[in-house]
């Protein structure tokens, strides 16, 4: 599976940006996928997960209540709304899926997990 996300850019904050990941590939529905983001000098974090129906879904904690996780699996696409951003939301955002099908309710919370990294989109958020 390959991705590439988009729907980055500079925002104020309290604002919304909607990110997508677009994925390549007859078996996307197969695997879960993520958001993940990183900043300069920094470890690579999960900012959300989702299964592969989309029924189960994982969040940072930091995110919990703000951003949301979906997938169109018709349309290959996982999208991230992210809702009353903060400065530090700032970050470069990628998506990736699954290294292994797993089961249907899995959404795995570990950065070790995935691979088929996409280039990342930046969001900017300022104060």
């Known amino acids: 599976v390959q991705l590439q996300a988009s729907g980055g850019g500079l925002v104020q904050a309290g604002g919304s940006l909607r990110l997508s990941c677009s994925a390549s590939g007859r078996t996307f529905s197969m695997y879960a996928v993520g958001w993940f983001r990183q900043t300069p000098g920094k470890e690579r974090d999960v900012v959300a997960t989702s299964s592969r129906s989309g029924g189960v879904t994982y969040y940072a904690d930091s995110v919990k209540g703000r951003f949301t996780i979906s997938r169109d699996n018709v349309k290959n696409t996982v999208y991230l709304q992210m809702n009353s951003l903060k400065p530090e939301d700032t970050a470069v955002y990628y998506c990736?899926?699954?290294?292994?099908?797993?089961?249907?309710?899995?959404?795995?919370?570990?950065?070790?997990?995935?691979?088929?990294w996409g280039q990342g989109t930046l969001v900017t958020v300022s104060s």
């Open positions: 990736a899926a699954a290294t292994s099908p797993g089961g249907p309710f899995w959404a795995p919370k570990e950065v070790s997990r995935f691979g088929s």
